[in-house]
């Protein structure tokens, strides 16, 4: 079992900056692929940021750029930094640890936080 808490969330004008981070508690989390996720009202939940435990990262084509996923194994947690965010980055962010094995998949995720862009 894994943990996850966010926080960092919030307000913010259009070309500002947020961090967010994601505290995992639980389990190994160096073993885990970290992501973050964001949903928007009416929206699909989409990947924003992945990084693996190696610390190879992807990121979607909309973010790329302007927004860095980092991880530090030995304090177990997951950011997320965020410039030149624009309002159609508004959305619920999630933190998710995946993990697969031959037979099982594990994927946990947080409650999220909310990410507001005004214009």
């Known amino acids: 079992q894994v943990q996850l808490v966010e926080s960092g969330g919030g307000l913010v004008q259009a070309g500002g900056s947020l961090r967010l981070s994601c505290a995992a508690s639980?389990?190994?989390?160096?073993?885990?692929?970290m992501g973050w996720y964001r949903q928007a009202p009416g929206k699909q939940r989409e990947l924003v940021a992945a990084?693996?435990?190696?610390?190879?990262?992807n990121y979607a084509d909309s973010v790329k750029g302007r927004f860095t996923i980092s991880r530090d194994n030995a304090k177990n947690t997951v950011s997320l930094q965020m410039n030149s965010l624009k309002p159609e980055d508004t959305a619920l962010y999630y933190c998710?640890?995946?993990?697969?094995?031959?037979?099982?998949?594990?994927?946990?995720w947080g409650q999220g936080t909310q990410v507001t862009v005004s214009s």
């Open positions: 990084i693996t435990s190696s610390a190879s990262t």
């Open positions: 998710n640890a995946h993990h697969s094995t031959a037979r099982v998949i594990y994927d946990y």
């Open positions: 639980g389990s190994i989390f160096s073993a885990y692929v």
